[in-house]
């Protein structure tokens, strides 16, 4: 075997052909020799003429061509059961990981199916009313469902990055994401993939149960762990389960030897949850500031230098930069995509991004977000563990207070670096709309100090044209990874404070972005598995 690379020009697809012309003169044999080409990566290069690269696997007769293959999904009707909660990225690949090794997984989420939510989110919107329970953040498929579905982490450090891409494609994912430098799935794709994430657990002999919100978790004599459980008002009530008994009215208690906490970044109630127990939390370093949205025509123009064409993909656009020994970078870039709500209770406005499959809105947004550290807000220290998640929810809240409503205080680029508040706001994409607000004021000093910085420096050395004041800013991004961190065994990876839990993905401080929450689920599931078998 030997790896070849070649160039094609956008808007025109690699043809067999082409690919075994290359590989032949790579290898130096007739084209009759060459027994397989298979596409290992893609890649756009706009430096000079505009085209995709290809890493391209050459083999001759002979030479064996190995092919990926999953393990198979057991009937683990039967099994025995080990609770998850949560039914984010982290939650379901831990399922479908359990369900390889014979255990039987059994889903509980306080939030709607993934189509159920919809309404939800809908409102959240359109009248500004926010379920605590079903939103951009809580429901089936968690955040992650509604955000585009970047899959954009490459590192082989967390696991096996092919587990996770192959599965989606299973579900239903183009096979496109299995080479696709960038591969994303789209906020109008990925609901379905997740019904039928669901539907193969259930079809294993797993459980769900919808409107489930956990309320305690306790450790029996007997070594086992009881989760308490409240039934969620307008979500579908739990069916009975093997592992579940009736508690008080309107609760649940499910037991099991182990239990998987995938709950996300934004269950708060968690760790709150612990935090009154005495059980060990950390502070956790995160990131909070913007959103930014230009014109998705301008970011086509910086990055395609002025050449783009309608048949060439929505451009993209990432940086990081060093300001006053702190990191600032953008996050969660969606381009031709939109700008939602992400407030998980009343009184707070918080923002993310999400894009469709075809990203071909108008707008291309990102996060902008400057690096938070512990020690960055000794005024906090009082919330010890919880300090940084204090923090977030003041900057939240107090985006809610200046504009009373859902509406997004709001700053042109260019006037928030000159420290002048925008006379008018140009169109965009947020429905619950923006209001003029002094952003450089309302966020955190040492936030909008670096800001300000920033984005002149990015605009003048790294894409030409950025720094606009066609350019929005809105506020607040801040939901960008979990304030606390749930400190685990490194070996074992149970929770210090309760052997049999274990805390996993995003929400437990191990994990960002949907690749790699759901290779934390599939180590912690199969770690969890070790433990039982032996």
Known sequence: MKEIEMSIPIGRDLTDGEMLSAAARALGVAPGKVSRCKVLRRSIDARNDIVYRYRIAAYVSGEECPEYRLEEYRDVSS?????IIGAGPAGLFAALKLLMRGFRPVILERGKDVHGRKPDMAALSVSGKVDPDSNYCFGEGGAGAFSDGKLYTRSSKRGDIREVLHQLVLFGADP?????AHPHIGSDRLPLIVENIRNCIVSH???YHFGTKVTDIERNTDGSISVRTASVSGAPAAGRGSCQDSGAEHEDIFRAR???LATGHSARDIYGLFDGKGWALEAKGFALGVRVEHPQSLINRIQYHGRYQPFMPTAEYSFVTQVKDRGVFSFCMCPGGILVPSATSDGEVVLNGMSNSARNSRWANAGVVVSVEPGDMPQYGRYGAL????????????????SGSLKAPAQRMMDFCRGVESRDLPATSYRPGAVAAPLHELLPEHVSQRLRLAFPETGNRKLKGYYTNDALLLGVESRTSSPVRIPRD???LEYVSLPGLYPCGEGAGYAGGIVSSALDGINCAARLAAALAE
Do not use: H, Y
């Not at 099994?79 to 609770?83: D, K, L, M, Q, T």
């Open 176 to 180: 496109e994401i299995l080479v696709d």
């Open 387 to 402: 300090s940084l998640m204090q923090f977030q929810k003041d900057v939240e809240q107090s985006m809610f207070r200046f």
């Open 79 to 83: 099994a025995e059961p080990v609770i």
């Open 490 to 492: 490194p070996e074992t």
């Open 205 to 207: 002999g797993g459980e």
């Open 258 to 260: 182990r239990v998987i």
